[in-house]
């Protein structure tokens, strides 16, 4: 998911985020999941009797027909399963093979925390070559999770004030420069408090992976058929753990390591090397295609670029909007997608053969797309949320401060702009929770997960981990490729593999490694 960063640096939300090593779950914490999994019960049961009242999806919802969308009510406290609800929106559209081709629904959440999925049956209104095989045999299910989108969204500030630029460039100069983006982490996290206090305790991946079951009975289905993506993984491995018994089917694809000491203070450091990996790996195509782009034909003398353009923003914000920060926000791309290799690049190009404004249209906040700067928001109010309220995080400055300080010599692309994304979590206004210890349940089938080996926001030793945790789960690499999200891409390899778990719940004897995807053409 691409949101922007809080905190005064205007960052694509980094997928994932960073924690202290929790303490094991005290017989107090697990006498509350045991409530909160009777909850869940009671609330599913609710649901599988209430169904979903399909109806045309509201007009400027962006869902053309036969796309129908609908509500479940799920608590909003499963301790409280009778207490205050909510209304989640999902979507859906029928599989287009036959009846008795038809094996159910599958459910997608492309990751986050604070990503809709309700774009996801789009896949079949567009007609998406790679998914066309599976859209035979399913209905191909989206849903705004809790506090996302049109489902009791939250919201931390004002959506016009966040996207606002130039934002203070976010690699500090001096200490007055992280006073300064301090005081913004804590006013945010004060922000959300004030603005969506009440939804803050409740804003977990546990109860996210609860309101899936609640999903699944409103569905009529007796099990899950899920794919997800980035933070979808994540939230894939805690409902594997939680209702190992309701899973027919999991494809999890760029994966977050799942481990209690990697959730989520350590997730957002080890991402930082990874992103500088990815960003060199990018220069590396560039100067290649140096006939296209002229920007230099070694690595070096295409950092060198970036470093003056950097700096020429910082002194002076190009077209009075961008600067360091909004830079690194529509340069982050690159080392996210490789879809967004070509169109970057040729951003970059233009800038250096003199046309600045491509680059101030590309990268500037568009302070008249008002419906664009509320999901901006809401999705970084989200990931926020679920961030911090997941798991402890550091309250001390220095600890932060050294740590970064630290990466920053070797990572400098996205370090610090990250660090000041997830700060909030420090004084975070929620009572923070023990993640939930990922492990095989009595009935967990086998899970698909599928990983390339140089991703950015989820490093490859995640897909390694949750290879480990969950019992005979198959792992598909893709080798040498760094694109967040591999399912989606064009590589038969993986494609046909994908297609045949979902088909006929098959796997390969053993692991298996793919050549990458075709790399970008200029």
């Given amino acids: 998911m691409t949101a922007l960063g809080s905190a005064g640096a205007l960052v694509t939300a980094t997928l994932i985020a960073g924690a202290v090593t929790a303490p094991s779950a005290t017989a107090a914490s697990r006498h509350g999941q045991d409530r909160e999994q009777r909850g869940a019960a009671i609330a599913a049961e609710r649901a599988a009797k209430a169904g979903v009242d399909w109806q045309d999806c509201p007009a400027d919802w962006g869902l053309e027909k036969p796309i129908q969308c609908g509500w479940v009510s799920v608590p909003l406290d499963y301790a409280h399963p009778n207490g205050k609800q909510i209304k989640l929106a999902v979507d859906r559209i029928g599989n287009t093979g036959t009846k008795d081709e038809r094996q159910g629904a599958l459910v997608y959440n492309p990751g986050g925390p604070g990503g809709s999925g309700m774009r996801f049956p789009r896949r079949v209104t567009t007609k998406s070559p790679v998914w066309a095989n599976t859209a035979k045999a399913y209905d191909f299910v989206g849903f705004d999770p809790r506090g996302v989108g049109h489902s009791a969204p939250i919201s931390c500030i004002d959506p016009q004030e966040f996207v606002k630029a130039p934002k203070a460039d976010p690699v500090p100069d001096s200490e007055a420069d992280k006073r300064a983006q301090r005081k913004l982490a804590a006013e945010y996290a004060d922000g959300c408090a004030e603005r969506s206090g009440a939804m803050l305790p409740h804003m977990t991946t546990p109860n996210t992976a609860r309101d899936l079951d609640v999903i699944r009975a409103a569905l009529g289905e007796k099990k899950l058929n899920y794919l997800g993506v980035s933070y979808g993984t994540y939230l894939g491995a805690v409902y594997g753990t939680l209702f190992p018994g309701h899973v027919r089917r999991m494809v999890v694809d760029s994966v977050v390591n799942p481990s209690r000491e990697n959730i989520w203070y350590q997730a957002n450091l080890e991402q930082d090397i990874a992103f500088e990996g990815r960003w060199k790996d990018w220069q590396d195509w560039v100067a290649k295609n140096d006939a296209t782009f002229h920007l230099g034909d070694t690595r070096a003398e295409v950092q060198d670029q970036w470093l003056k353009l950097r700096a020429t923003a910082k002194k002076s914000p190009l077209g009075g909007v961008v600067g360091p920060a909004e830079l690194i926000s529509f340069f982050q791309s690159?080392?996210?997608?490789?879809?967004?290799?070509?169109?970057?690049?040729?951003?970059?190009?233009?800038?250096?053969a003199g046309d600045t404004q491509a680059l101030v249209d590309a990268a500037a906040p568009d302070l008249s797309d008002t419906a664009g700067n509320i999901a901006s928001e809401n999705g970084n109010a989200v990931y926020t949320a679920v961030e911090c309220t997941d798991a402890q995080w550091p309250t001390s400055w220095q600890k932060w401060?050294?740590?970064?300080?630290?990466?920053?010599?070797?990572?400098?692309?996205?370090?610090?702009?990250?660090?000041?994304m997830n700060l909030p979590c420090a004084t975070w206004p929620a009572k923070q929770q023990t993640p939930v210890n990922v492990k095989t349940g009595k009935g967990l089938p086998a899970v698909l997960i599928v990983q390339s080996t140089r991703d950015a926001a989820t490093p490859y030793a995640g897909a390694v981990e949750l290879h480990k945790r969950f019992k005979g789960s198959r792992l598909i690499t893709e080798q040498g490729a760094g694109s967040h999200g591999?399912?989606?891409?064009?590589?038969?390899?993986?494609?046909?593999?994908?297609?045949?778990y979902l088909l006929s719940g098959r796997t390969d004897a053993a692991d298996v490694t793919c050549a990458p995807h075709a790399t970008p053409k200029p």
């Fill in 334 to 352: 690159a080392p996210y997608y490789d879809s967004s290799w070509v169109p970057v690049a040729t951003v970059f190009s233009k800038y250096v």
């Fill in 486 to 500: 591999v399912t989606g891409l064009v590589n038969p390899c993986i494609n046909e593999r994908v297609d045949g």
């Fill in 401 to 420: 401060d050294r740590d970064n300080t630290r990466l920053h010599k070797d990572y400098p692309f996205m370090t610090w702009a990250n660090a000041w």
